[in-house]
């Protein structure tokens, strides 16, 4: 109960919405199942709430078996107080439980251990309870000198009763609460280099800090990559004053004969005990914080170039540029079929430009193409302008964009490619991927693993277990937006659909070569492994776009047909006799339906009969319509037909935490520092634009030397309001 409250709280819900959500979440069901088909149960949770509710879920509950199992340690050891059972009960997070356990947890051998193991617990009880005002303490210390223990001194038995006693303050969870609090509000991480005469990309942290409170998580990324380099060296500087002054006010009593001994203790037990353990839990605490909000940045990216729109009924060439070998050259369909593949060489060293252009305006010609997708990579600039002097040759209009190759060589070598292309040489792949990206950029990336798909920061530095399940997530969010088309999809996007396994993915496709097409969804039923609970989760994200029964292309669940038949025939229309000629009408009497009166008329919720309504208005409407248009090029810019103040239209590239890379034609993106993306404050560039968008931007920097442009939308908003 404790845990839906929790949760209840965090995420502002309604009782029923955390429960139910917990309830299909432990019945097995996806979380794209969840968010598009139990709207009403949760409340409309979408999946990106919905994921971060199952994330919390998770941590709240390892959190319960955590604070059980370290009750019972405890328990175990007759150490239980009531006050103990209390804090570890009120304990919030795995830190304060770990806190807590701490004294209890068995230790190695350490300086305490081996004191206590002599015979000096007593002792150091004594000492820590200063009740003496007068005496020596050498006289009190004298009692436990034993020479077969190895205590041949008075100094010898205080100094390891003073080892215990500084182990214990080390142990003790509310002081380490205290220090740890203060020391992410007031200390500072210091950054040096190890060589200052070594030049790196890390120049800027030679000699830099910042306070923990307010480092950006990039930063905390940078300085520990720079670490692991040994291009820096990294501290972080603590209020040590304050905290030695907090600790003798906490454990000093006055008048008692004990005092400087203690004073030595405390700061002992801060400097070797307290401070490395807490600099190391201030700094994993706030790289996991930088790693979290990297992968969330991260994923985003991912999902708005999973969602951008494609280039629809387009016969599309990929362009691959290199050098020396040559760039490959891969024209596919409409349908995304190979349809021939070659190799030119217009650039250094063969500088055979004649040659290439006859070939390629030929290949141009006979196959009617429309688009040229040219690589990102090695030659792509020297492409891109031999490209765009070649289609000014062409006798139709065609264009050319700028397509990410990130991961086309991963793909190239897969199992995968080799599968779906194996008399294809492994070089011809690039071109064959980098021509689909953009004609279908969420059926080819999926081929490919989410973190070399070359959108965000740091991806390699961050915990990767983590990215690759929040990434996995992403992308079955992204492919169940968007629904598959399950004559065509191959078994890497099927396995991404809502419940479908790779092994079930393969027996779909299976199934689909020794039967042909599938022409109605309840023949994945007969799909081997393919049972009912699986049949519920995928169904619905599975399109047939010539299917004889229209609701089998659309995203209406085969649970709600029933209640779609008889929305249609509410109107007066039949579903199977519904033509193109009266679509039009059709759609304005869908309009016209109260919604509120027709969901109680079919006990149905208001959400799900939303959905339908817009289903059945557009059989087969994909969502990424709705995205912003690739820009089409058909010239080339550099960075000389660049000047200050210059505005251009560009694609957003790459989101990350200080700002945007915009594609604006050259070779290399330009930079949109976080200040000069709005007049107002941004906290998070992805608030103001995403992946894929197209903004107006100024020039307001040029490093020709660098090949660095630096860009502002701010300057653009400002002069479009002035006039």
């Known amino acids: 109960m404790k845990i839906i409250e929790q949760l209840i709280n965090e995420f502002k819900l309604k009782s029923f919405q955390a429960e ?42 390892n959190l319960e078996e955590r604070r059980e199992e370290v009750i019972r340690l405890i328990e175990e050891q007759g150490k239980m107080t009531d006050e103990l059972l209390n804090s570890i009960n009120n304990a919030k997070t795995m830190t304060e439980i770990e806190d807590l356990y701490r004294p209890y947890r068995q230790k190695k051998k350490t300086r305490a251990t081996i004191a206590k193991a002599k015979g000096l617990e007593p002792l150091s009880e004594i000492i820590y309870a200063q009740d003496i005002k007068f005496g020596s303490v050498d006289d009190i210390a004298k009692e436990y000198i034993n020479e077969d223990l190895e205590v041949l001194t008075c100094e010898d038995a205080i100094n390891g009763a003073l080892d215990i006693i500084a182990e214990n303050i080390s142990d003790n969870a509310d002081y380490r609460k205290y220090i740890r609090l203060l020391t992410y509000n007031e200390g500072e991480l210091f950054s040096k280099a190890t060589n200052l005469e070594e030049k790196t990309v890390y120049d800027m942290y030679y000699d830099y800090s910042e306070a923990v409170s307010k ?23 603590s209020p040590v004053d304050k905290i030695i002054d907090y600790l003798k006010g906490k454990i000093i009593k006055p008048d008692n004969i004990f005092i400087p001994y203690l004073e030595t203790c405390i700061e002992d037990s801060y400097k070797r005990l307290i401070e490395p353990s807490i600099e190391r839990e201030v700094r994993s605490d706030k790289f996991e914080v930088a790693c979290d909000n990297a992968i969330r940045v991260f994923g985003v990216n991912v999902k708005n170039l999973l969602l951008q729109q494609p280039m629809k009924d387009m016969v599309v060439m990929g362009f691959d540029p290199a050098y020396r070998t040559g760039c490959k050259i891969a024209v596919i369909d409409e349908t995304g079929k190979l349809l021939t593949t070659t190799t030119v060489y217009p650039t250094e060293p063969q500088n055979k430009v004649d040659e290439s252009k006859k070939e390629l305006l030929g290949l141009i010609e006979k196959y009617n193409i429309n688009m040229i997708a040219i690589g990102n990579g090695t030659a792509s600039r020297e492409s891109e302008k031999f490209v765009a002097d070649m ?27 080799t599968e779906e292309y194996p008399d294809i040489n492994v070089s011809l792949r690039g071109a064959i991927s980098i021509a689909r990206r953009l004609q279908d950029p969420l059926s080819e990336l999926v081929k490919i693993d989410p973190k070399s798909i070359g959108v965000g920061q740091y991806q ?19 492919v169940n937006k968007v ?3 399950l004559n065509i999809a191959t078994p890497t996007l099927l396995s991404y659909v809502s419940g479908i396994n790779k092994g079930i ?30 049949y519920t989760q995928c169904a619905g994200f599975l399109r047939i776009p010539d299917a004889k029964y229209v609701l089998d292309n659309t995203a209406v669940h085969p649970e709600s047909y029933e209640i779609a038949e008889n929305l249609i025939k509410s109107i007066g229309y039949d579903i199977k006799k519904i033509n193109k000629n009266d679509l039009q009408e059709f759609k304005v009497k869908l309009d016209e339906i109260n919604v509120d009166e027709m969901a109680q008329k079919l ?9 339908i309504i817009e289903e059945i208005k557009k059989p087969g409407r994909d969502p990424r319509e709705d995205m912003p248009k690739l820009v089409l090029r058909n010239d080339v810019l550099s960075i000389d037909d660049l000047y200050v103040d210059l505005v251009l239209d560009g694609t957003v590239r790459n989101v990350i935490d200080f700002g945007v890379f915009v594609d604006i034609g050259i070779k290399n993106d330009g930079l949109v520092h976080i200040s000069e993306m709005s007049n107002s404050y941004v906290k998070d560039p992805n608030n103001i634009v995403q992946v894929g968008d197209i903004v107006k931007v100024k020039v307001i920097a040029i490093d020709k030397e660098k090949g660095k442009v630096s860009l502002s939308m701010k300057q653009v908003q400002k002069e479009e309001k002035e006039s």
């Open 20 to 61: 139910n959500a917990i309830k299909l979440i432990d019945e097995g069901n996806t979380i794209p199942f969840i968010a598009r088909y139990r709207k009403e149960a949760t409340g409309e949770m979408d999946d990106i709430v919905l994921r971060d509710f199952y994330d919390r879920l998770i941590y709240l509950r």
């Open 215 to 237: 480092i950006p998580g990039h930063r905390i990324l940078a300085m520990n990559r720079g670490e692991n380099e040994k291009a820096l060296k990294v501290t972080l500087n």
């Open 391 to 417: 289609i000014k040759e062409a006798k139709h209009d065609v264009y050319y964009a700028i397509v990410s190759e990130a991961g086309a060589s991963v793909y190239s070598a897969s199992k995968l490619a």
């Open 460 to 478: 390699h530095d961050v915990n990767q277990k983590k990215l690759s399940e929040a990434l996995t997530g992403v992308v079955e969010d992204s």
């Open 483 to 485: 629904g598959v088309n």
């Open 505 to 534: 993915a393969q027996n779909i496709v299976k199934y689909r070569e020794e039967n042909g097409k599938f022409e109605k969804r309840s023949q994945l039923l007969k799909v081997a492994k393919l049972g009912k609970a699986c």
């Open 603 to 611: 006990n149905v919720g208001v959400p799900t009969l939303k959905d």
